[in-house]
């Protein structure tokens, strides 16, 4: 055969390149959730769709993808909600995957993308440190809804659940019975964040979390929290920041009272609205 005749068979055996995708069934994310309710968004994905959609849309400038002649990409709005619900309900990848019509792979990219996505553009935005006005505006409503003057807000730790690592694994052992690495917050009387650390291991004490926190650092060194003193019960009090027991008492960290079994009624009233106000 000469060369010109091999050079058109291979030329006729080339087939112009086609897009190959898996057929899975998303009848769940294309039929039914476009009929949810606003409180069957709540239950699903904890958010209303108006939520959602406003998430999406700040999401966009670094999550959206465009499709080529050889993958066609997850729309952003399912890549989203593929988020919230793993993130939401903790199912696995693979039922995530199924309920959603997408691979494996699929579910950890979109996870992946979203939260590298809310660490550079939400995060910032939304988790930022209370200014004088705003220290303000969280005592005041704190006091309104549980009667603490001069608070401003509630701190606890979280374990978040881990795969075991390889090395040091029983540092992540949590008294749970699990690994974990802890989360430690700081919200105001709406739960919203303002103070947020992370990343130690489980096996560690509340106590000892906020000891290696910068909030431990900062507020330790008095020019963390604004000097607001006020008058209470004859003591000069400024604000400060509600704990459980597991905390050490600071003049900025109250914790309840230990129950002896010889508590005034002044002191179990506080304990009550410690208790209130972190639970909420």
């Given amino acids: 055969m000469t060369a010109l005749g091999l050079l058109a068979g291979v030329q006729g055996s080339l087939q112009t390149p086609s897009v190959w995708t898996l057929n899975r069934a998303s009848k769940w994310w294309d039929v039914i959730v476009p009929g949810f309710t606003n409180t069957q968004w709540l239950e699903n994905f904890r958010m209303s769709e108006e939520t959602f959609i406003h998430l999406c849309n700040k999401l966009r400038p670094v999550m959206e993808r465009r499709d080529t002649n050889f993958h066609v990409c997850v729309p952003l709005q399912k890549s989203v909600a593929i988020v919230l619900w793993k993130l939401a309900t903790s199912a696995e990848y693979r039922s995530v995957g199924h309920l959603f019509g997408v691979s494996i792979t699929t579910v950890c990219r979109c996870v992946w993308d979203l939260c590298a996505a809310a660490e550079t553009l939400l995060v910032p935005e939304q988790i930022r440190y209370p200014d004088q006005e705003k220290f303000k505006e969280m005592a005041t409503d704190i006091e309104n809804r549980w009667g603490l003057p001069n608070c401003i807000g509630a701190i606890d730790g ?9 090395e040091y694994h029983c540092d992540y052992f949590n008294r749970k019975g699990w690994h974990s690495i802890i989360l430690q917050g700081v919200v105001d009387g709406k739960g919203l964040f303002w103070n947020v650390f992370t990343g130690l291991p489980g096996s560690l004490h509340d106590a000892r979390v906020l000891g290696l926190s910068t909030l431990w650092e900062l ?53 009550i609205k410690n208790s209130r106000a972190r639970c909420c």
């Fill in 219 to 271: 507020a330790s060194r008095g020019n963390h929290i604004p000097t607001n003193t006020i008058n209470l019960g004859g003591v000069n009090a400024g604000y400060y920041i509600l704990g459980d027991s597991a905390y050490p008492l600071q003049n900025w960290l109250l914790k309840p009272f230990i129950d002896s079994g010889h508590l005034t009624a002044e002191q179990q009233i506080y304990n």
């Fill in 158 to 166: 979280s374990h978040i659940p881990i795969i075991a690592p390889e």
